[in-house]
């Protein structure tokens, strides 16, 4: 008698473009954790580096290694983790990035004690490595008490805060049936393509705050995120626009001019940073 085929608990599916330099660090944060049931799905988007020999290395029955035929883009392959991963919870995990050991154990644990579903998703404070992993800061949400986020009030505190309060992919979870409700990652703003689903997520329930960095985001020369520097403040104004035009996340006037308002001031102050820490 064949044995029926059982689901991962968990995905955790990560995206990756030339990052071979520290897909080997991301890997072994996810093999290293305390919690051991789920799929490490790897994802490289027709990369001409050497990818594919680092993901060799690592002979573990949980991981799947995929290479696209073409490149995606990174709202594509984005949407390929989702397309791929078989798991209850999910979590995407940049190829830069890094997850404390206990990361998984304790985002599951929050998802299973959640029995009528009131969550949306689970998020961390999260600290900010250098290329050599060094911390630089750490993020959290605004007051630092762990526990229940009302969804409007999270929607509402990232706009008039001109920023991601909720943090990058790897600092989140959710369940994979809300992300059958909500659909695609949106790419069209690019900067915003993770917060464009958080709040999307939040329409449907609360968030809950870990208040402990159980994620490491990593910006270095060549990463992403400091490629489209430049355009945050742009593309943050523009999905300032895009949720305010929509009445379900309850925006008002004032939410939108403050917002933008931040935006600029944290754009000009994350380049400063990315000066100060990254580009040197």
Wanted: glycine fraction near 8%; hydrophobic fraction near 40%.
């Amino acid at each position: 008698m064949n044995t029926p085929y059982m689901p991962p608990r968990l995905s955790v599916c990560i995206p990756t473009y030339c990052g071979a330099e520290h897909l080997g660090a991301a890997i072994e944060s996810v093999l290293n954790q305390d919690f051991s049931d789920y799929e490490l799905l790897i994802i490289d988007d027709n990369s001409p580096d050497h990818t594919a020999q680092v993901v060799a290395k690592y002979q573990d029955a949980r991981i799947r290694y995929i290479k696209n035929s073409e490149n995606l883009g990174p709202e594509g392959n984005w949407n390929k983790c989702l397309t791929e991963a078989q798991g209850q919870y999910f979590k995407l995990l940049p190829h830069d990035d890094v997850l404390a050991p206990t990361c998984l154990s304790r985002q599951v644990a929050t998802l299973d004690n959640d029995i009528e579903q009131t969550l949306a998703l689970v998020f961390c404070k999260r600290q900010i490595i250098g290329h050599n992993g060094r911390v630089i800061a750490s993020r959290g949400y605004p007051g630092g008490k762990e526990g229940v986020i009302d969804r409007n009030q999270a929607i509402k505190n990232s706009i008039r805060k001109g920023t991601n309060l909720i943090g990058e992919p790897g600092a989140v979870m959710f369940r994979y049936s809300l992300a059958e409700k909500v659909g695609a990652f949106d790419g069209s703003i690019s900067y915003i393509i993770d917060l464009d689903y958080w709040f999307r997520l939040l329409l449907h329930g609360d968030a809950y705050y870990m208040d402990a960095p159980l994620a490491s985001f990593r910006v270095a020369p060549g990463s992403w995120s400091l490629a489209i520097g430049n355009k945050q403040h742009t593309d943050f104004n523009a999905f300032i626009d895009k949720v305010a035009a929509d009445p379900r996340y309850r925006l008002s006037a004032f939410d939108t001019r403050l917002g933008k308002a931040m935006a600029l001031l944290n754009n000009g102050l994350r380049l400063v940073f990315y000066k100060l820490f990254v580009s040197r």
